[in-house]
């Protein structure tokens, strides 16, 4: 479970342009991810939504070209996403409502190659040039967990809410998985950016 953190260090990559000394509250609106949740659409390039798009190419017996078929994978990939997120919330909210939010937390690690890592990944699909690594100070209530259960694999609804009992309760023993994710709702202070 989640445990109250005092002055503790970690990296968090990010876009926003955060200055030395600037204090971050975490956990009281909606975060980055929340964002891509709320916001996200699942229209091809013109406009029509993919089940309507692809039933007009499924009646029309046409193929779908390689740019066709990249927009229906994006629009798979942000409704996994969507599902992972609201799955994880709707079992956070019923049995693990003291943990911090993944809609409203703050997301870090302790291992500054794994933030460096994260921001080279994002590089061309959402992250700006100027993504850097800052280094916080936390207070406030911190969740550490095994990020292999983040892990989308095509799963419904249902199947994201089973699996997010095991990052609820930050287990972690006898899974592998490649880093912790870190979770954080309060107070944050930047001590230092890395660019």
């Given at each position: 479970?989640?445990?109250?953190?005092?002055?503790?260090?970690?990296?968090?990559?990010?876009?926003?342009?955060?200055?030395?000394?600037?204090?971050?509250?975490?956990?009281?609106?909606r975060?980055?991810?929340?964002?891509?949740?709320?916001e996200?659409?699942?229209?091809?390039?013109?406009?029509?939504?993919?089940?309507?798009f692809?039933?007009?190419?499924?009646?029309?017996?046409?193929?779908?070209?390689?740019?066709d078929?990249?927009?229906?994978?994006?629009?798979?990939?942000?409704?996994?996403?969507?599902?992972?997120?609201?799955?994880?919330?709707?079992?956070?909210?019923?049995?693990?409502?003291?943990?911090?939010?993944?809609?409203?937390?703050?997301?870090?690690?302790?291992?500054?190659?794994?933030?460096?890592?994260?921001?080279?990944?994002?590089?061309?699909?959402?992250?700006?040039?100027?993504?850097?690594?800052v280094?916080?100070?936390?207070?406030?209530?911190?969740?550490?967990?095994?990020?292999?259960?983040?892990?989308?694999?095509?799963?419904?609804?249902?199947?994201?809410?089973?699996?997010?009992?095991?990052?609820?309760?930050?287990?972690?023993?006898?899974?592998?998985?490649?880093?912790?994710?870190?979770?954080?709702?309060?107070?944050?202070?930047?001590?230092?950016?890395?660019?």
């Amino acid at each position: 479970m989640f445990e109250i953190v005092k002055d503790k260090i970690l990296y968090q990559a990010t876009n926003w342009d955060y200055k030395i000394g600037d204090i971050i509250e975490f956990g009281k609106t909606r975060n980055g991810q929340a964002k891509r949740v709320f916001e996200q659409t699942f229209l091809m390039p013109n406009g029509q939504s993919a089940d309507v798009f692809l039933k007009e190419k499924i009646n029309n017996n046409q193929l779908l070209s390689m740019e066709d078929m990249k927009a229906v994978q994006n629009i798979v990939n942000g409704y996994e996403f969507c599902l992972r997120e609201i799955g994880m919330e709707i079992e956070r909210r019923k049995k693990y409502p003291d943990c911090p939010s993944r809609l409203k937390g703050m997301f870090l690690t302790d291992k500054l190659e794994i933030a460096k890592e994260y921001i080279g990944a994002q590089k061309g699909r959402d992250c700006k040039s100027t993504a850097k690594v800052v280094v916080v100070k936390l207070n406030g209530r911190l969740l550490k967990s095994n990020n292999s259960f983040n892990a989308r694999d095509g799963k419904s609804i249902d199947q994201f809410a089973e699996q997010s009992n095991k990052y609820w309760q930050g287990v972690d023993k006898g899974y592998e998985h490649k880093f912790n994710e870190f979770l954080f709702e309060g107070t944050a202070e930047v001590v230092d950016i890395i660019k």
